[in-house]
Nanobody
Framework: QVQLVESGGGSVQTGGSLRLSCAVS???????MAWFRQAPGKEREGVVI??????????ADSVKGRFTISQDNTENTLTLYLQMNSLKPEDTAMYYC???????????????????WGQGTQVTVSS
């Protein structure tokens, strides 16, 4: 059973940085993984999409140049990191990690296409 656990959220001021982590346990293959975020009253939006088996990573235009994704693999756990720099108040949202055992479709993925989700971690950026 695949489980995703996010951590690293918090409150920072504009211009600050945070690093989110998504620990994936129980995985057995490469995954299309993504970070989504959802602000109150808004739809869930994709922030970054990556295939853990290698290949391109796609960032939303709103975070390009500020957010960077990386991963660390051990025998039983894959950890996906999201380094967020130069944070803005509009980055405030609940951030979710998502995974699905397939290739990524491209630079856009629907949230509904991911079968595994973490519980989310809150990021708050104050001005």
């Amino acid at each position: 059973q695949v489980q995703l656990v996010e951590s690293g959220g918090g409150s920072v001021q504009t211009g600050g940085s945070l690093r989110l982590s998504c620990a994936v346990s129980g995985y057995y293959s490469s995954y299309c993984m993504a970070w989504f975020r959802q602000a109150p009253g808004k739809e869930r939006e994709g922030v970054v999409i990556t295939y853990t088996g290698g290949g391109r990573t796609y960032y939303a235009d709103s975070v390009k140049g500020r957010f960077t994704i990386s991963q660390d693999n051990t025998e039983n756990t894959l950890t996906l990191y999201l380094q967020m720099n130069s944070l803005k108040p509009e980055d405030t949202a609940m951030y979710y990690c998502a995974a699905d055992p397939r290739y990524c479709s491209g630079d856009y993925e629907e949230a509904a296409d991911f079968g595994h989700w973490g519980q989310g971690t809150q990021v708050t950026v104050s001005s």
